[in-house]
């Protein structure tokens, strides 16, 4: 696609309830990042996918975070028993090539979580 | 991992007049962007700049590695360059470390 699209862009989750946010990344994008931004905060990594391969998952918060991108292209966070706590932007970024090599990384507009 | 700094945290520009943001990184770097958030809170990509000074219309920016800091630098502000600016800064491609950014309000 033309951009990296994110669904749903807002949701409200009673606490308890399990919830998937899905990243559709630029076609042909090898790398895909999570990050989580809290209100008035910078974005924080949560994990790093290269094509389907989960190369990086240090900045999930708890066992309660999961992501997949088993063919290589959509991606889907779950978060599992959300708490209160886990209210913020989920961000979802892709870029074209790998490693350290110089890569422009394109954002998406987020999905909007709130826990009530 | 990498500490980013940015400065200031808030800036208020009338229109018309430049500024120059500011991030501070704690370790070497191989990629470094800017990034502009929007009030609908999307991250536009301004700049990828590991070093050297780029431009891009009223904006440029530049990055001295050798001494850990990058500057972004606005010039004749229009209220549309209003929201926050992040620098994210990586050695690895893998993880992009942000700093907490510099929100700008540019007044008619």
């Known amino acids: 696609g033309a951009g990296v699209s994110q669904s749903p862009r807002y949701k409200v989750a009673k606490r308890g309830q399990d919830v998937a946010l899905r990243c559709d990344p630029i076609?042909?994008?090898?790398?895909l990042f999570w990050y989580q931004q809290a209100l008035g905060q910078g974005p924080e990594f949560l994990t790093y996918?290269?094509?389907?391969?989960?190369?990086?998952k240090s900045g999930l918060p708890s066992d309660r975070f999961f992501a997949e991108r088993p063919e290589g292209s959509v991606s889907t966070l779950k978060i599992q028993r959300t708490q209160q706590e886990d209210s913020a932007v989920y961000l979802c970024?892709?870029?074209?090539?790998?490693?350290?090599?110089?890569?422009?990384?394109?954002f998406g507009e987020g999905s909007w979580l709130t826990v009530v | 991992g990498i500490q980013v700094e940015q400065s200031p945290p808030d800036l208020i520009l009338q229109e018309g007049a430049n500024s120059t943001l500011r991030c501070n990184f704690s370790?070497?770097?191989?990629?470094l962007q800017w990034f502009h958030q929007n009030p609908w809170g999307q991250l536009i990509n301004l700049f990828y700049?590991?070093?050297g000074t780029k431009q891009n219309g009223r904006l440029s920016a530049t990055t001295v590695a050798t001494e850990r800091y990058s500057l972004l630098y606005i010039s004749s502000s229009q209220t549309t360059d209003s929201g926050v600016y992040f620098c994210?800064?990586?050695?690895?491609?893998?993880?992009?470390?942000f700093g907490t950014g510099t929100s700008l309000t540019v007044i008619p």
């Open positions: 700049i590991p070093s």
């Open positions: 076609s042909g994008h090898v790398s």
């Open positions: 970024a892709s870029s074209l090539g790998v490693g350290r090599v110089g890569n422009t990384i394109y």
């Open positions: 996918f290269q094509n389907e391969a989960q190369l990086d």
């Open positions: 370790d070497s770097v191989n990629n």
């Open positions: 994210a800064a990586s050695n690895t491609g893998n993880q992009f470390y």
